[in-house]
T-cell receptor, first 116, second 110 residues
Framework: NAGVTQTPKFQVLKTGQSMTLQCAQD?????MSWYRQDPGMGLRLIHY???????DQGEVPNGYNVSRSTTEDFPLRLLSAAPSQTSVYFC???????????????FGEGSWLTVV | GDSVTQMEGPVTLSEEAFLTINCTYT??????LFWYVQYPGEGLQLLLK?????DKGSNKGFEATYRKETTSFHLEKGSVQVSDSAVYFC?????????FGAGTRLTVKP
């Protein structure tokens, strides 16, 4: 039972480079999201999706793009990496409407990104 | 906007000690409340949740009660083990977003 799978687990980028963090879930969840985790700040929502073809911004969307062409996949793109994007990134998924109805969110294991 | 405040750590306890991690929230509606746990190098895992006032969530000996009158959701465990060492996050649901506290690192020593 794979759950939520993220790749890569570790990545070092140079300032200005672009890259894509991959996320896939095999639970047929409609809701998927990306969070970043920074020391002392908990997790903050970057983007989310409530179904294929539908995406929306979270609390900290600047510098990131997402798309949702299938129910299973929700990639996060860094357009031009900056040192401020050094963080741990978590993909998450949930049934139907996500957390608003008390649904449990399932997290991937995280992707450690360093921008130098 | 909605927010969560949890006690700052780190917290260090001896095995079998009593644990309390305080969590208070600010919300305009009636959110669901959660405790997540993160072990080193891993993602967050749901520990317990409560979806309405006076509900008690419990799991693996941990408990938390949704107190609307004090806007609190404190995490408690009667006797901690070394294996409980982790970072604990209090969170609330806010439409399509989860609002997390900053996390409290717990270390349990034998």
């Amino acid at each position: 039972n794979a759950g939520v799978t993220q790749t890569p687990k570790f990545q070092v980028l140079k300032t200005g480079q672009s890259m894509t963090l991959q996320c896939a879930q095999d639970m047929n969840h409609e809701y998927m999201s990306w969070y970043r985790q920074d020391p002392g700040m908990g997790l903050r929502l970057i983007h989310y999706s409530v179904g294929a073809g539908i995406t929306d911004q979270g609390e900290v969307p600047n510098g990131y793009n997402v798309s949702r062409s299938t129910t299973e996949d929700f990639p996060l793109r860094l357009l031009s990496a900056a040192p401020s994007q050094t963080s741990v990134y978590f993909c998450a998924s949930s049934y139907s409407s996500g957390p608003s109805s008390g649904n449990t969110i399932y997290f991937g294991e995280g992707s450690w990104l360093t921008v130098v | 906007g909605d927010s969560v405040t949890q006690m700052e750590g780190p917290v260090t306890l001896s095995e079998e000690a009593f644990l309390t991690i305080n969590c208070t929230y600010t919300a305009t509606g009636y959110p669901s409340l959660f405790w997540y746990v993160q072990y080193p190098g891993e993602g967050l895992q749901l520990l317990l949740k409560a979806t309405k006032a006076d509900d008690k969530g419990s799991n693996k000996g941990f408990e938390a009660t949704y107190r609307k009158e004090t806007t609190s959701f404190h995490l408690e465990k009667g006797s901690v083990q070394v294996s409980d060492s982790a970072v604990y996050f209090c969170a609330l649901s806010d439409y399509y977003d989860m609002r997390f506290g900053a996390g409290t690192r717990l270390t349990v020593k034998p």
